[in-house]
């Protein structure tokens, strides 16, 4: 029997607590509701949580299937341009609760970083979200005067300092005032955040509301004042690259970025917040980009990757050469031979050649970004 050179994958789900119990178990067919919030699914070759494959009747992870013979599985273009390794990771991500306010470093910071302890891999981060359903992100500082007029509004004579950071443009001091506000005053302050963003009454004040809820001790319930907000409906799409301060908050979606796993916080956590490193690389003119897709693929300035999709009814001929994860999430589509349902994934070896898509559904797929 001819092996198919479309390798099915089993994937590795993150149960995180701002997670959903239903969309991606529904999406991969499995009961409703789940015991714990299933926050991402992996499909990639990252060590936190490799994907694994079966080929030729033997199962190993996809992490030990590229470094055994990264020429043959990545091809020698990508190899030479990233080693023996996937450069990116897919995901699938399900947002019931909002996710931390992070950061992500560039290349050059991961790099030094690492070297000195500081991130968990020596890559930056760069991402891609394309939404599945209707997603709430806030990405990329407001003009700094318009964060200014907005906090004015709450009437918090406690927020005077910070307001008068912003309204001068310093940005980056006014979010230390915030992260590093004494903690035996923070739910004070929160408290007259809540009654001011009450009384203003506009869907960004009520946001602040609904993360002070969740974080009664935190000033960067102040967010949605902050930075920008994206309403991004099924099929659009934004990319965040290093230095963009962001937030998810609720929403389902595919998600593919390089293969790191680095985040700086900046609050709406438990967990700890470097604040040095936050401040020196949050960039507060950087912003998101609207990516739209260009003969089926969503290109951006990332080399580390690009996504494509295929729709109900159309063909797309993906030319070989290069490593690719396929994920269907609708429908059913066939893929070199291999039909692939709702929930299923697939790697396609850079030695598989060309292959065919068509089908009834809906497949997106992870490639290298264009040199």
Known sequence: MTELPVDPLWNTVK????????????????????????AEMWLGAHPSGSSSLVRQGTRRSLAETVAADPLTELGRPTAERFGSRLPYLLKLIAVDLPLSLQVHPSQEQAEEGFARGAYVDPFSKPELICALTPF??????????QAAELLEELGVPELRPVIALLAEEETTAALRVLVEWPADSRRDLVASIVRGATAAGRPDHA???????????????????????????????????????????SGFGVEIMSGSDNVLRAGLTSKPIEVEELLRV????ALPLRVEPVKNVYRTPAPEFSLGSVSPGSGF?????????????????????????????????????????????????AEPGQQ
């Open 15 to 38: 149960n995180y607590d701002w997670g959903s119990r239903t969309a991606i178990a529904t999406l991969t067919g499995r009961p409703v509701p789940t015991s714990l919030p299933e």
């Open 136 to 145: 709430t992100a806030l990405a990329g500082f407001r003009a700094a005067r």
């Open 207 to 249: 946001l602040v509301v609904r993360l002070a809820d969740i974080h009664p001790e935190d000033p960067a319930c102040l967010a949605p004042l902050l930075l920008e907000r994206y309403e991004l409906e099924p099929g659009e799409a934004i990319f965040l690259g290093a230095g963009v301060l962001h937030c998810y908050l």
């Open 282 to 285: 949050t960039v507060p003119s």
């Open 317 to 365: 001929l993906l030319e070989g050469g290069v490593p690719r994860i396929l994920l269907c999430t609708q429908g059913e589509v066939e893929a070199g031979g291999r039909t692939l349902r709702q929930g299923e994934s697939a790697f396609v070896s850079a030695a598989a050649g060309p292959i065919d898509l068509r089908g009834s559904g809906t497949l997106f797929w």
